[in-house]
């Protein structure tokens, strides 16, 4: 096996490993549709799996994150050194895909450092004063709705590559398009835009 294909399987394994994390965010923002109640009970629960503890929290989600990233980095660099005759085309999904990973190194430790970080501990009420009061709704809600966007897109692309690619392209937009949906009712529903009692 060759070093370039031993990062590209880190990168995937390590890609899968965080979207783990990242399901079960994405889970508990689609949560706040049904309740305020809904949103902290499963962000209680998760964080029970991925944030007992700094220890825990480290190796589930910061670790496969930095990997992730370094071996992207590594690939990049690696591919930069192969001459090839003809220049490869490259889908625009894979892009995509790249780019939204470019941004999400930029986005991720932002709000990992604001959420983590940030003056108060994070529930339904905390969450929609910060919308409201700290970013302001008109700040908030587009940068909310293009993470999340860039984060289904970059993690749903990124897993079907990672599995060998099972589902069509089709079924791969109309997963994200699916997932979505759910997210930003819960985003509307973290902003008072919606009520959100089911």
């Known amino acids: 096996m060759s070093?370039?294909?031993?990062?590209?399987?880190?990168?995937?394994?390590?890609?899968?490993?965080f979207s783990v994390f990242v399901t079960l965010h994405l889970l508990t923002t689609a949560s706040a549709a049904l309740s305020n109640e809904s949103y902290d009970h499963y962000l209680a629960l998760f964080r029970k799996f991925y944030r007992p503890n700094p220890m825990v929290e480290g190796l589930v989600v910061v670790l496969p994150l930095i990997v992730h990233m370094i071996s992207n980095?590594?690939?990049?660099?690696?591919?930069?050194?192969?001459?090839?005759?003809?220049?490869?085309?490259?889908?625009?999904?894979?892009?995509?895909?790249?780019?939204?990973?470019?941004?999400?190194?930029l986005l991720v430790p932002v709000h990992a450092f604001a959420t983590r970080f940030g003056p108060k501990e994070?529930?339904?009420?905390?969450?929609q004063e910060a919308i409201h009061h700290e970013m302001g709704i008109n700040v908030a809600v587009p940068y909310?709705?293009?993470?999340?966007?860039?984060?289904?897109y970059h993690t749903i692309y990124g897993l079907n590559i990672s599995f060998g690619s099972p589902l069509r392209r089709p079924l791969v937009y109309a997963s994200m398009v699916g997932v979505l949906s759910v997210a930003?009712?819960?985003?509307?529903?973290?902003a008072g835009i919606v009520v959100n009692k089911l």
């Open 73 to 105: 980095s590594l690939i990049f660099m690696k591919k930069k050194d192969i001459k090839t005759e003809k220049p490869i085309q490259v889908p625009l999904s894979k892009k995509i895909h790249t780019y939204t990973g470019y941004l999400l190194s």
């Open 3 to 17: 070093d370039l294909s031993t990062l590209r399987s880190i990168q995937r394994l390590s890609g899968a490993a």
């Open 184 to 190: 930003y009712y819960g985003l509307a529903s973290l």
């Open 144 to 152: 909310f709705s293009v993470y999340l966007a860039i984060a289904v």
């Open 122 to 127: 994070a529930s339904f009420e905390h969450i």
